[in-house]
């Protein structure tokens, strides 16, 4: 009997995994364009925009093949760095890839967008990034500001498409207020936005949202075999990290509920820990009554287990501490709300801790990156009035119903 049992236990897992995953992974737009013969880029002087991310199917980077390929001249890295290895804010000076020879250009350094100089003697830019579908995430910005300078100086901009780890159908959170608009926020679209990278590019350049109104002469490569449903699990495909506290594509889901945290200072998120973004800790945190508090709320698809932990490395008012607090476990992806566990830690926080107060206590600077990240100074304010979550999530709906009308003319999937 007990053999049986774990037959049909090992069964029902393989059954599990053969549903997740399909047999024939999804393609990226790197894959698709190396399909097609690179059609588009032959005959061209072209620069990549790209990162550790940029890779086939196969895990071949697309510096590697389109060096080989095509006429590659220049490459040019976001935050994080060309080949990822540079921690986060911190500037990136201009240098030549060893691997190939190429000149490096920073697009997060002295400059955010390409100069003149730069695009010298190039054709067309490639953009080959993986984001994680959330507004503050700063490659969007990066490639906002490029398809701003291709329609400057009269260069091409190909985008190569890649999978939403959120999913294509999920659009939750406050919309872009442009007196916040930065480098964290620079489009009027909601904090989650439910779309591809290639989608994106389409609608701000369609909408006008470049610098002037300008538009670029935009060619978006997309997937093959991409549905707008899908998890990362279930594409096939090996997630890279595209930012060292982004190993896994779930934590994409944490960053949005715990990585305002970050901003403030006041409290850990996991940064620092095995668990970046899933924990909540600060060395005055009751672990039990939090999780207690949290669970209270009955949010769908999550919970919230008391624990304890000490980060690696420094984490909050440049002291390691050990902390106690809360591990977020998702229970249903499918059924959670991120911006409602978002909004519902924040406010547990200042209600059950108001001698802590977590916006009070941020150092310097702090609140008004809060502010920024959020894209409107309005849900902090809601929050330390003590507005209930329904109510800032039914304001959240009515203030992204136009966008979620608008972005229906630019997808491009099922």
């Known amino acids: 009997m007990m053999i049986l049992s774990r037959l049909i236990i090992a069964l029902c897992v393989v059954s599990l995994f053969s549903i997740a995953v399909p047999s024939q992974p999804v393609k990226p737009g790197i894959d698709v364009l190396r399909d097609r013969g690179f059609d588009i880029l032959r005959g061209k002087r072209v620069g990549l925009i790209t990162n550790p991310t940029g890779v086939s199917a196969d895990l071949e980077q697309t510096i590697d093949i389109l060096h080989r390929s095509v006429n590659l001249v220049a490459l040019f890295g976001p935050e994080h760095g060309v080949r990822g290895d540079v921690e986060a804010g911190r500037y990136i000076e201009n240098y030549t890839d060893p691997r190939t020879g190429l000149p490096v250009y920073s697009l997060y350094g002295r400059t955010r967008k390409p100069t003149r100089e730069m695009l010298r003697g190039i054709d067309v830019l490639v953009y080959d990034i993986q984001d994680i579908g959330v507004r503050s995430y700063t490659y969007i910005s990066t490639m906002g500001y490029a398809m701003e300078a291709a329609a400057e100086y009269g260069v091409e901009f190909v985008v190569l498409d890649r999978p939403n780890p959120l999913t294509g159908v999920r659009v939750e959170g406050p919309m872009l207020d442009l007196a916040y608009k930065s480098f964290v926020g620079m489009y009027p679209i909601p904090y989650v936005y439910g779309m591809t990278v290639g989608e994106l590019a389409r609608m701000i350049n369609e909408e006008r949202w470049l610098n002037g109104g300008a538009r670029c002469n935009l060619t978006v490569v997309p997937m093959e075999g991409w549905k707008r449903a899908m998890w990362w699990d279930e594409t096939g495909l090996q997630w890279i990290p595209p930012s060292p506290n982004i190993p896994r594509s779930e934590t994409a889901m944490f960053y949005v509920m715990t990585g305002l945290l970050g901003e403030l200072g006041t409290v850990n998120q996991g940064v620092g820990f095995t668990l970046p973004f899933e924990l909540v800790g600060a060395p005055w945190i009751d672990a039990a009554a939090l999780a207690d508090a949290l669970n209270r709320r009955s949010l769908a698809g999550v919970y919230f287990r008391p624990t304890h932990y000490k980060p690696f490395y420094v984490a909050l008012n440049n002291h390691t501490y050990r902390y106690s607090g809360v591990q977020i476990h998702i229970v249903d992806r499918n059924r959670i709300s991120l911006s409602a566990v978002m909004l519902?830690?924040?406010?547990?926080?200042?209600?059950?801790?108001?001698?802590?107060?977590?916006?009070?206590?941020?150092?310097?600077?702090?609140?008004?990156?809060f502010d920024k990240v959020l894209g409107s100074n309005r849900v902090r304010h809601m929050l330390v009035s003590y507005s209930r979550v329904e109510e800032i999530l039914r304001w959240f709906d009515r203030e992204s119903a136009e966008f979620k009308r608008a972005r229906l003319r630019y997808v491009m999937y099922d």
């Open 344 to 369: 519902t830690v924040l406010d547990v926080l200042y209600r059950t801790y108001p001698d802590r107060n977590i916006y009070e206590r941020a150092r310097t600077g702090k609140v008004e990156m």
